[in-house]
């Protein structure tokens, strides 16, 4: 995948060889959890630019970790599927991402706010469970953030499909969810709970009073925040 080497006929050298580009383990992560399309990937990897997502797509693909295939009824588009190759690497980025939510700072973490991966994470792990069987419009508000940033809507259609949108979609929304990101980032890690952060002030919300109150179990939360972490 790269003109370096490690010189090495180690396993673990070899390996690296290929994961170890910047950006590949990330995008794996992506591919792992089941994004499939360009444009989802790259909501997953917003600050990745799209010429160096295309440029680790093929080098993926050229490594039997990905394939790429022709949607159906499309000529424009691809999606990228992983191999058995690829499927193998699962357990490892579990792993990784298990290790780094037990021993790395929560400090630094949390100096890496994201709105859009955040929201992009809420969206795919969202329980739909707890939530009324109709369209179910919940609407996350960053005051501190600048207007382009600030509102986001998560939509959950009758059928349980979960849509993200940063433009205002038109519709009713059933609750209104007032945060700054660093809570809702902690909240998302597991390292705050929603009880605590309301109870505090830093969530407030408006609106469906039995969704308000169950938001921690319908939010879900990353899933790696089973994890306990060691390193504070």
Known sequence: ????????????????????????????????????????????????????????????????????????QTQDFDAYRLTQAGRDLQPVIEAIGMWGQKWVEAEPTLENLDPELLMWDMRRNLDTDPVPARQTVFEFIYPELPP????WWLIVEPDRTVDLCHVDPGFDVDLFINSDLRTMTEIWLGLRTVARAVDDGSVSMVGHTELADTMQSWLGLSPFAQQKKLAV
Do not use: D, H
């Open 1 to 72: 995948m790269t003109n370096a080497s490690y010189q090495q006929f180690c396993p673990v050298a070899m390996a690296a060889e290929v994961l170890c580009t910047r950006w590949t383990m990330v995008l794996l992560r992506e591919l792992v959890a089941g994004s499939t399309r360009f444009n989802e990937l790259r909501r997953g990897v917003p600050r990745m630019s799209p010429a160096l997502l295309s440029k680790r797509l093929r080098e993926l693909e050229a490594a039997g970790i990905v394939v790429r295939e022709p949607l159906p």
């Open 148 to 151: 382009s940033q600030r509102n």
